[in-house]
């Protein structure tokens, strides 16, 4: 979509989610503004592969003929997690 994303960490996000709840959850500790940003860039980089994957099937619904008669459905948390 033209925007340039920053380099995601090669961690699994899952990882660094599990980092940040032990840090903040389990020990108390106020949240690692790194780590925060480093969650922050997966999530952006998830939200902009999903953007990317719905553009394709609606791109094919349409090539195909099939978009009048479709109804496309797309449901998903708000990254409450990142504040």
């Known amino acids: ?6 380099p995601a960490d090669p961690t699994p996000s ?3 989610l599990d980092a940040l709840y032990d840090q903040v959850l389990a020990r108390g ?3 690692d503004p790194e780590l925060v940003a480093k969650l922050r860039v997966q999530y952006d980089h998830g939200i ?3 953007d990317v994957a ?6 094919q619904l349409r090539s195909r003929g099939l978009w009048d008669d479709t109804l496309l459905v ?5 990254g409450e997690f990142l504040g």
Request: no cysteine.
């Open 1 to 6: 979509r033209g925007e340039k994303l920053p």
């Open 14 to 16: 899952g990882d660094l």
């Open 29 to 31: 500790e106020a949240p």
């Open 48 to 50: 902009a592969w999903l």
């Open 54 to 59: 719905v553009e394709s099937v609606v791109t």
């Open 74 to 78: 797309v449901t998903a948390d708000h």
